[in-house]
Nanobody
Framework: QVQLVESGGGLVQAGGSLRLSCAAS????????MGWFRQAPGKERELVAA???????YHADSVKGRFTISRDIPKNTMALQMNNLKPEDTGIYYC??????????????????WGQGTQVTVSS
């Protein structure tokens, strides 16, 4: 069992920056692949970025060059640095974890653990 708690959301103007954090606790969270998903109003939840237990990373095309995912294994935390934010980045951002990289990155309905979400709003 793994518990995930996000923090760091908020309201920012376009072009600004935010840093999201996800604190993981429970049974061996460092062995899990972790990721950030977002859901905009009226849209499906989408994968934004992911990081494996071995620090292999994935970033969606829409955020490449602007967002950076990272994790601190000893502290069991994961972060998403978001720069040059755009109004289309608005949504609820969820932290997720699963033992399988494949499930995390291709089958979100199969992901075992989710955080409660944090709101990110980018004004134009």
């Amino acid at each position: 069992q793994v518990q995930l708690v996000e923090s760091g959301g908020g309201l920012v103007q376009a072009g600004g920056s935010l840093r999201l954090s996800c604190a993981a606790s429970g049974r061996s969270p460092s062995t899990y692949a972790m990721g950030w998903f977002r859901q905009a109003p009226g849209k499906e939840r989408e994968l934004v970025a992911a990081i494996s237990s071995g620090n292999i990373t994935y970033h969606a095309d829409s955020v490449k060059g602007r967002f950076t995912i990272s994790r601190d294994i000893p502290k069991n935390t994961m972060a998403l640095q978001m720069n040059n934010l755009k109004p289309e980045d608005t949504g609820i951002y969820y932290c997720a974890a699963d033992r399988s990289w494949r499930v995390l990155t291709t089958t979100p309905e199969g992901i075992n653990y989710w955080g409660q979400g944090t709101q990110v709003t980018v004004s134009s």
